[in-house]
């Protein structure tokens, strides 16, 4: 397996400008994350799916920020407008469970996002 | 809250020492993952622990749920080990999710 494949792996994006990042999780993983990881505020969950359904999306910022899961092999986040404060490195995890209530979890390698 | 502390937050070190990493959580969970990330690096998976220890080449790490504390070790470190080490607790229940320290960022000086 490939791994959870991200794409592209760095944007530079002007401000207003429609932002969209792309993840294919491991196949056979039913939760996929999307995280954020700032200098600031670390890595903080955005918003997660199992089974392609979103469950919680409380870590989405605002409006500007949605995610979808069309499939199982495919998840997309998008930013639109996007602004300066949006620069981060934005990483997708898939995730299965390995026994009881523990899951194994596999990161992609992430998409670093400016905005200028 | 759920929160998790790691300590140190950054750590220098020359060739060759032993290292260790330290981390702390609330309340109790299902899973302990340590992550390492190289600079400008994706976020690798380097343990998860549920009880006990791991050992994988020169890393090991530790875990004790009774004091809700966890530990990675770094024997003979090298340059190459330079890096952010994150530790993050999944709480367990019906999905998995992580909750992340904020790392502990590692220099090893040849």
């Known amino acids: 397996d490939a791994g959870v494949i991200q794409s592209p792996r760095h944007e530079v994006t002007e401000m207003g400008q429609e932002v969209t990042l792309r993840c294919k999780p491991i196949?056979?993983?039913?939760?996929l994350f999307w995280y954020r990881q700032t200098m600031m505020r670390g890595l903080e969950l955005l918003i997660y799916?199992?089974?392609?359904?979103?469950?919680?999306d409380s870590g989405m910022p605002e409006d500007r920020f949605s995610a979808k899961m069309p499939n199982a092999s495919f998840s997309t986040l998008k930013i639109q407008p996007s602004e300066p404060r949006d620069s981060a490195v934005y990483f997708c995890?898939?995730?299965?469970?390995?026994?009881?209530?523990?899951?194994?979890?596999?990161f992609g390698s992430g998409t670093r996002l400016t905005v200028v | 809250k759920n929160e998790v502390e790691q300590s140190p937050q950054n750590l220098t070190a020359q060739e060759g020492e032993f290292i260790t990493i330290n981390c702390s959580y609330s309340?109790?969970?299902?899973?302990l993952h340590w992550l390492q990330q190289h600079p400008g690096g994706g976020i690798v998976s380097l343990f998860m622990?549920?009880?006990g220890k791991k050992k994988h080449g020169r890393l090991i790490a530790t875990i004790n749920i009774q004091e809700k504390h966890s530990s990675l070790h770094i024997t003979a470190s090298h340059p190459r080990d330079s890096a952010v080490y994150i530790c993050?607790?999944?709480?367990?229940?019906?999905?998995?999710?992580?909750?992340f320290g904020k790392g502990t960022k590692l220099s090893v000086k040849p």
């Open positions: 196949s056979g993983h039913d939760y």
């Open positions: 799916f199992n089974n392609n359904v979103p469950i919680d």
């Open positions: 995890a898939s995730s299965s469970p390995l026994g009881g209530t523990v899951y194994g979890y596999t």
């Open positions: 622990l549920s009880s």
């Open positions: 993050a607790v999944d709480y367990g229940g019906s999905q998995g999710n992580l909750i």
């Open positions: 309340v109790g969970i299902s899973a």
